[in-house]
């Protein structure tokens, strides 16, 4: 069969944007049933920006400029704003030696002659938020602590605003029967402020990429068809685990090589466009 007809729906989707690695990824691709969601840069843009900066030592420009040059090995998008805003505000990059990425966690890097410099998840840093950072993540910022040979430096809020397809796409999937779980990396509050605006009832927050595995895991022992959309290195492992699995197509070259299907233009309406052209195709096969 219709092996036209998997032809023809593969070349459908390659003139969109959607790529099928093979004819099972076209055939699986309508037969799932809960899709599983990264957040950040997949139902997100993936360009956030600093929007605060809280010194609790030194002042922000310092504080901006060493977290800046801790990340400057790092291809997280979170590295790519505070990047950015070190240029737009003309401070200088320190030279980095030994730098480490700590999926899902955040970096450290050893500035020579000025020390250790951590950046990630608060609580992986090692510090709780202050009064004065304490509605950031409530209003959907994703929060990093910063720290000097583990010494708090203090905090910044980075803005990541929702693609503008993604709300649309949740209520897609769900007329066609999908049920639609965001995994996250971010912290809670975060989680919960971008599920809401995207209209997903469903969502983990705090999440490592062996967790993310797990629960596709969960999903597929409760006789689920599981599909998992990401783009990071983070997401991995679920993408490796889950019976469909999609990549963003400016993500990163891991998620890209584990996925079944790769959206050129990723955004969260493409894999609604996958199933559609899935199902399509297999009522042909019929
Ligand atoms: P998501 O699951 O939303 O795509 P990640 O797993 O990539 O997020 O990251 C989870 C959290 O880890 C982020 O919200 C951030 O707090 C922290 N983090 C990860 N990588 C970095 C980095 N390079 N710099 C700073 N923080 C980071
Ligand atoms: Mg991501």
Redesign the pocket.
Same mark, same amino acid.
């Given at each position: 069969a219709t092996p036209t007809a998997v032809m023809v729906g593969v070349g459908n989707g390659a003139r969109r944007g959607i790529l099928f690695r093979n004819a099972a990824a076209l055939e699986q691709a309508g037969k799932v049933d809960v899709l599983l969601v990264?957040? +950040? @840069? +997949?139902l997100t843009e !993936?360009r956030p920006t600093l929007r605060h900066a809280l010194a609790l030592d030194g002042d922000e420009n310092r504080l901006i400029q060493l977290a800046a040059s801790a990340e400057a090995g790092s291809e997280h998008?979170l590295a790519h704003a505070l990047l950015q805003r070190a240029k737009e505000s003309a401070l200088p990059l320190l030279a980095c030696e030994r730098f480490r990425a700590d999926v899902g966690n955040g970096v450290e890097a050893a500035l020579p002659g000025v020390g250790t410099v951590k950046v990630g998840v608060p609580s992986w840093i090692g510090l709780a938020l202050p009064p004065e950072a304490a509605a950031w993540p409530l209003e959907g910022n994703t929060v990093v602590a910063v720290s000097l040979d583990d010494r708090p430096l203090g905090l910044l809020a980075l803005a990541d605003p929702l693609r503008g397809s993604s709300k649309g796409a949740v209520a897609a999937l769900r007329g066609l029967g999908v049920k639609v779980v965001m995994l +996250? @990396?971010d912290h809670e509050s975060t989680a919960r402020s971008i599920a809401a605006e995207a209209g997903i009832e469903e969502w983990r927050a705090g999440m490592k990429p062996q967790d993310k595995a797990d629960v596709v895991k969960y999903w597929q022992q409760r006789g689920s068809k599981v599909a998992m959309l @990401?783009? !990071?290195v983070?997401?991995a492992p679920a993408l490796a685990a889950a019976d469909v699995s999609l990549a963003?197509g400016a @993500?990163s070259d891991v998620a890209i090589a584990a996925a079944d299907i790769t959206l050129m233009h990723g955004d969260l309406a493409h894999a609604v466009d996958a199933i559609r052209l899935s199902r399509a195709s297999l009522a042909k096969i019929r």
């Open positions: 990264d957040k +950040t @840069g +997949t !993936g998008p +996250t @990396g @990401g783009d !990071g983070n997401d963003m @993500g």
